[in-house]
């Protein structure tokens, strides 16, 4: 089989290093340069102890170092807006993208502007970019040239919460409730005295008050793909653990009997998404280390008002479904290959 020569610029950070362990196992994604900003010019087992020959041996290219001309995809996994100059150059130089970053997520530079706090680098590229929630926009990835994989937060709500909205059985006129916990490679490798060891661990507190970024993207695409102005109140938290996510979804709708059903149905042929039995809901736990997202519905009943009430528990793994893994899922795709290529469906257990 004729291998696909691939960049990783942002090889270094967590998102980074998932790719490596990832593409290292794809039988047509072959790595040939690594991109690293502080860390440029060292070898790669200086920076990530936990991979293996020959890959170690690889020295860590400048972030904006020439890519060679047989270099055919790109993963940018760097911070915003370092992301989109990166992007930019990989696009003019021909190659195909997949955006980590949020730097594509969002259809307007406003939108982005207002979210993040800076001026979008590259606004004439936000109309190439494709949404790339895979379960979703197949079609349009398989086409694209640059995509923008989603956030974990609101990979992890969307989801769950697009069949309901395409169904029309969630009350229009409330606030959805996400309450969410993340492990603490959510934010990144670079050192942050929030995340100190002493004060992350045995210790569980909210964060990203009065509105955390994602919350944009989240309102964005349950608008843009599940076709419903969605109004939602998200809360975020970090936990004493590495890797996972897991956000749990107060809604307020109609025939919420039917909502596992409907979900079930709906992702029956998505390798990625498990919809859990009746009275089974899921755990970081079930995902670690997987490409799966896992949902779980209970039926709460009527509430004091008379409105039928539920709750969605929706779990995955930050750094597969929530970033590199999905970055994969959407690589394949845009290149014309099985889906699951390279992708752990099972969770690493215990
Ligand atoms: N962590 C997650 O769970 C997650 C989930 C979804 C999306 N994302 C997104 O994915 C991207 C990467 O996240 P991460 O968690 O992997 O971050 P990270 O661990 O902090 O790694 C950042 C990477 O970018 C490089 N870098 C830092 N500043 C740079 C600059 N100014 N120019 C060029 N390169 C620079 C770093 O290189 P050096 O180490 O050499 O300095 C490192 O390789 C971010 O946009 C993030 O929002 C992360």
């Not at 992007?87 to 979210?115: C, E, M, N, P, W």
């Not at 996510?245 to 009997?257: A, C, F, K, V």
Request: aromatic residues 6%.
């Amino acid at each position: 089989m004729t291998m696909i020569n691939t960049a990783i610029l942002g090889a270094t950070g967590y998102t980074g290093a998932e790719l490596i362990r990832l593409l290292d196992q794809h039988p047509v994604f072959h790595i040939a340069h690594l991109g690293a900003h502080s860390q440029a010019g060292r070898l790669l087992h200086e920076v990530l102890p936990g991979i293996n020959d020959p890959l170690a041996s690889m020295r860590l290219q400048a972030a904006d170092a020439p890519l060679a001309d047989d270099i055919q995809l790109v993963f940018t996994a760097l911070p915003h807006t370092a992301a989109a100059t990166a992007v930019a150059a990989a696009l003019a130089a021909g190659k195909k993208v997949i955006d980590l970053s949020a730097d594509f997520r969002h259809q307007s530079a406003d939108t982005y502007a207002t979210a993040y706090g800076v001026t979008h680098p590259h606004p004439q590229l936000l109309p190439q970019a494709v949404y790339g929630l895979c379960e979703w926009h197949h079609q349009a990835i398989a086409h694209s040239n640059l995509v923008a994989n989603p956030g974990c937060y609101p990979t992890s709500v969307l989801l769950p919460l697009i069949p309901l909205l395409q169904a029309g059985l969630l009350d229009s006129e409330q606030t959805v409730i996400v309450d969410a916990k993340s492990g603490t490679s959510g934010a990144g490798r670079s050192a942050k005295t929030e995340l100190l060891y002493c004060e992350a661990n045995e210790s569980i507190r909210a964060y990203g008050l009065p509105r955390h970024r994602h919350v944009w993207e989240m309102e964005e695409w349950a608008q843009g793909i599940g076709g419903q102005t969605t109004h939602i109140r998200f809360v975020p938290h970090i936990l004493p653990m590495s890797r996972g996510m897991l956000s749990t979804l107060h809604l307020n709708g109609q025939r919420t009997h039917e909502w596992l059903d409907l979900l079930t149905q709906r992702y029956a042929s998505s390798p990625f998404v498990r919809v859990l039995p009746t009275g089974q809901l899921p755990s970081t736990k079930g995902v670690q280390g997987s490409n799966r997202c896992d949902i779980g519905v209970a039926c709460l009943g009527r509430n004091h008002r008379g409105e039928e009430e539920a709750v969605i528990v929706s779990c995955i793994d930050n750094l597969m479904k929530g970033a590199s893994g999905q970055a994969v899922q959407n690589a394949n795709i845009m290149f014309g290959l099985e889906e699951t290529l390279a992708l752990p469906l099972h969770a690493q257990w215990p």
